[in-house]
């Protein structure tokens, strides 16, 4: 146990020395703009090169400073609350084979290396999802790799139609005749990997994951691996003119979907989840706007404050002897300050709560949508959403944090660990400057020379107000009643997306094989086969009985017919 914790301290202070070293140089290259790659020919095939392309770049550099800074406290978090686990070091490897995987998915601008961290995020990700080996854990695994084996094909088919560009570099597309079908091939992967409509249902599933693969996989680096696919192709992608407005009628669904699904939910892990979900639509909406680089930079301040929200709430249940159900929580604000402290500034950043990090992006993006040529009605959708965005982070917080005692008391052994309040703490203090830090540099990628209305300019705070004030007005309705029932059910698995990405399958493979089974195994293969020669035979054998033991003449009869038989051969002689 001593060297499964001590490898996961230096792996920690591995990721948190390689963030610092990097992060001047990531400076340097976001303030000059400057890129340089690095390109090995391995072999080639006729008109084809296969090269090993490598790019240090802005857009790399600040991604593998946030995933290692990540990463670190993440490990940090898991030296103590993993170290009752007898196999951490095992656990340690998979995590830092997964920044491995995402490292080489944000240097490798070649889409055919860059399956080397494509698949190695869905592999990597399987592993650590099935960790506890429990029948959760391995369902929830199958559905997180099936719906990610989905996006690993559609790169498959883009790298073969890519053949006719003579070039698989990501940073040098143009438009051909089979641009069209590249495109939706890319941006289907894309959004299996970030679990947009209608892939969104292995995110959640997911959960049965540990706490800090949670906070590190499926909240901050894994599933914006999509956005991140899209930002880098996103010249070559907006050739295509209904590219865009695909991409944000999906994202604002998935959107409201997930800020429905989230206030239905009782389970504290799956309510993050989904506000992932909705994090992920507010992305790919921006995105859908033609704005990539404010949708990189939501990704980062997201990625702070969402991993910071799940290591908070890892480490209430972990305290809360084991319990998930937000119901049966209560109080813990008296008995763990830190840590609710800390989840609280995650929460206000994620509803975009003024001079926190989620304020400077989120809110410049529900500021530009509303100058963006959109229909009103998506106009609505994302505000309706950002409403429910601050609905259930108070929900969450009133049921868990303020609200009474419900069951057992908090126990907060771990409130004075400092491996966990380190980084924790690290994490609240990113989440608190990061946004306005990084939004200089930003802004200067999306010039905005206009000036909005006030009232424009105030519409995002009073929607966020108006989503609290509503949440504390309904939050102890109850929703669990006879006449709410197919409601609840109907919001609760995310518009059935979650029964039918999984049931269906499994129910026609099984009815298939029992059909199969009945029709042809038991039916016409087993007449024709094994019990039809078994009827033959036994009827022969029967009617040979019965000529045998009919009489004595029969016997004569037979020898006078051989002896003739035999006198006829003889004279033929």
């Known amino acids: 146990m001593f060297t499964g914790l001590k490898s996961s301290s230096i792996s920690s202070l591995f990721l948190l020395f390689y963030s610092a070293i990097i992060f001047p140089l990531t400076m340097i290259f976001l303030l000059k703009q400057d890129s340089f790659m690095f390109e090995w020919t391995i072999f080639q095939v006729s008109s084809c090169i296969v090269t090993f392309i490598f790019i240090i770049d802005s857009v790399s550099l600040s991604f593998s400073n946030v995933v290692c800074l990540i990463s670190g406290c993440v490990m940090l978090f898991s030296s103590s609350y993993m170290s009752h686990d007898p196999f951490l070091k095992r656990f340690t490897w998979l995590v830092m084979l997964f920044v491995l995987s995402m490292n080489l998915l944000v240097f490798i601008p070649s889409l055919p290396a860059l399956l080397l961290g494509w698949d190695g995020l869905g592999i990597v990700s399987f592993a650590l999802v099935i960790y506890y080996q429990n029948m959760k854990s391995l369902g929830a695994g199958m559905i997180t790799v099936l719906a990610n084996r989905i996006g690993d094909v559609m790169i498959l088919i883009s790298i073969g139609l890519l053949v006719l560009q003579g070039h698989w570099t990501i940073i040098l597309m143009w438009d051909f005749h089979l641009a069209t079908w590249v495109i939706l091939t890319l941006t289907i992967a894309a959004m299996t990997k970030s679990a947009q409509i209608p892939f969104s249902s292995w995110l959640p599933a997911a959960m049965a994951a540990p706490t800090p693969v949670s906070a590190l996989v499926h909240s901050s680096t894994l599933v914006t691996a999509g956005v991140f696919l899209l930002v880098r192709f996103f010249p070559f992608l907006d ?89 049966h929580m209560g109080l813990i604000s008296q008995q763990a300050p830190l840590t609710v402290a800390c989840m609280n500034i995650a929460n206000l950043s994620l509803c975009g709560a003024p001079f926190l990090s989620g304020f400077y992006s989120k809110d410049l993006i529900l500021e530009l949508s509303l100058t963006n040529p959109t229909s009103f009605l998506m106009i609505m959708l994302i505000f309706l959403a950002t409403g429910m965005t601050a609905a259930y982070s108070f929900r969450l917080s009133f049921c868990s944090l303020w609200g009474y005692m419900k069951n057992s008391p908090f126990h907060s052994k771990q409130e004075a660990d400092p491996y966990i309040n380190w980084a924790t703490t690290t994490l609240a203090m990113a989440a608190i400057v990061a946004g306005f830090f990084m939004q200089n540099i930003f802004t200067t990628f999306n010039p905005m020379p206009f000036v909005m209305p006030s009232i424009l300019k105030f519409l995002t705070i009073s929607v966020i107000m108006l989503g609290l004030f509503v949440s504390a007005m309904i939050w102890d309705l109850d929703f669990s009643a006879k006449k709410m029932n197919k409601t609840k059910f109907f919001f609760s698995t995310m518009w059935f997306l979650a029964p039918i990405s999984a049931q269906p399958l499994t129910k026609l493979s099984m009815m298939l094989g029992t059909n199969l089974m009945k029709s042809i195994d038991l039916g016409w293969m087993e007449i024709l086969g094994g019990q039809g020669i078994n009827m033959a035979t036994s009827t022969l054998s029967q009617e040979n009985q019965k000529i045998q033991i009919k009489s004595f003449n029969f016997f004569i009869a037979l020898m006078l017919c051989a002896s003739l038989m035999f006198f006829m051969f003889l004279y033929t002689l």
């Open 239 to 327: 050739t295509v003119p209904m590219f865009k407005p695909s991409l944000l009628f999906i994202s604002v669904l998935t959107l409201l979907m997930a800020g429905i699904g989230a206030n239905y939910e009782n389970d504290l892990k799956k309510v993050i989840a989904l506000s992932t979900l909705s994090q992920l639509g507010v992305m790919m909406m921006s995105l859908g706007m033609g704005m990539p680089y404010l949708a990189l930079f939501h990704l980062y301040t997201h990625a702070l404050f969402k991993a910071l929200l799940f290591l908070c709430a890892g480490t209430i249940i972990h305290n809360s002897s084991n319990t998930q159900d937000i119901r």
